[in-house]
């Protein structure tokens, strides 16, 4: 039974080290929200007309663009990004990107990235460096949709 | 000692599941405000005469129509109850032996969503406000001329030939209100 459990002792010790140091963690700063008005929906204010991709340009509210801070761990690391599966406006498409050019530290940049509730690979980093991102909708067709807030909650993720 | 062991493989699974803190997340929203718009394609100054053009002798349909403007409207709503109104004002009522009417005609097929129905309307400044194209949803119908929208027809006819003189020119505005 010593064996066994200095073989557990001995466990308990190599799985931090096989991790690193500390599990990675991120800190996410910055909101994002954005108000559909009749001048979003049509920047040539022609009536008739359905809406345009609603891009990061309109993001109303504060914080935004929004940044993605890995505060510990030891890269290279990946960073993946999730949505809650609360309700969300019918057809449109939450996509999240770095803007390009990427920082010379990030070594894959799988932009842009359609956030499911499906954690998805968002990039791979050389750094713990902050990294901004922006937010665009795409799919957006006015017959889908009635006047509502949609909210979600977005969960960015450092794994090695 | 089994106790000892226990406890050890709690610790562990804990240690594992530490991983769980490397995420972070914050709220993301969007509102989407309710409106409605309307534009008519292409506008302009719509003329209506009877001048007895085209007209033979005895005929009784003396008449003129317009029928190059088409309306074109984006909601969102809730439901399908919204609609666009037509309202006639001008100084002076529209002769009661004429009658001036505007028809919409059913949305052409651009566009997506609930786009709601045309009608008839016969215009006079009595009438006030009346609903035109009703039944309307979240909707958006084109932009494109002479092809998307509610095509517009506006009709001028004698209705009392025994009354009719020569009158006018009558300026009056039409107007057309999106209701959300």
């Known amino acids: 039974m010593r064996t066994l459990i200095a073989m557990l002792l001995g466990t308990l010790v190599a799985i931090p080290t096989a991790f690193g140091a500390a599990p990675p963690k991120t800190k996410v700063s910055g909101t994002w929200d954005l108000t559909l008005t009749a001048a979003d929906l049509n920047p040539a204010n022609t009536a008739g007309a359905n809406f345009p991709s609603i891009f990061s340009s309109l993001v109303s509210g504060s914080g935004g663009p929004i940044t993605v801070d890995i ?18 406006a019918p057809g449109v498409a939450l996509i999240v990107r770095i803007q390009p050019p990427a920082p010379a530290w990030i070594l894959t ?18 750094s713990t460096n902050a990294v901004t991102i922006y937010y665009e909708l795409s799919g957006v067709s006015v017959e889908n949709l009635t006047p509502q807030t949609y909210t979600t909650i977005v969960t960015f993720t450092a794994h090695y | 000692m089994k106790r000892v062991v ?22 993301l929203s969007i509102e989407v405000v309710g409106f409605g718009a309307v534009n008519l394609n292409p506008g302009g100054a719509v003329t209506l005469q009877l001048d007895g053009t ?10 003129d129509s317009h029928n190059t403007n088409w309306i074109q409207y984006t909601f969102i709503v809730s439901g399908s109850t919204s609609h666009v109104d037509v309202q006639l004002t001008g100084a002076t009522e529209v002769p ?62 004698i ?22």
């Open chain 2, 96 to 157: 009661a032996w004429l009658t001036l009417q505007v028809t919409a005609a059913a949305p052409a097929a651009g566009g997506a969503g609930t786009k709601g129905s045309g009608s008839t309307k016969t215009l006079t400044l009595a009438a006030g406000t009346q609903q035109l194209i009703t039944g309307i949803g979240s909707c958006y119908t084109g932009t494109t001329a002479s092809t998307d929208g509610s095509q517009l027809t506006y009709n001028l006819s």
């Open chain 2, 6 to 27: 226990l406890v050890l493989v709690a610790s562990l699974l804990l240690a594992l599941g530490g991983a769980a803190f490397a995420a972070d997340n914050h709220t």
């Open chain 2, 54 to 63: 085209s007209v033979t002798g005895g005929d009784n349909a003396v008449s």
């Open chain 1, 71 to 88: 505060q510990t761990g030891t890269p290279p690391l990946w960073v993946s990004v999730s949505r809650d599966t609360a309700t969300w």
């Open chain 2, 159 to 180: 209705n009392a030939f025994g009354s009719a003189a020569p009158v006018g020119p009558y300026s009056y505005t039409v107007t057309y209100t999106a209701v959300p």
């Open chain 1, 109 to 126: 940049d799988n932009s842009p990235v359609t956030v499911t509730a499906a954690a998805t690979d968002f990039y791979q980093t050389n």
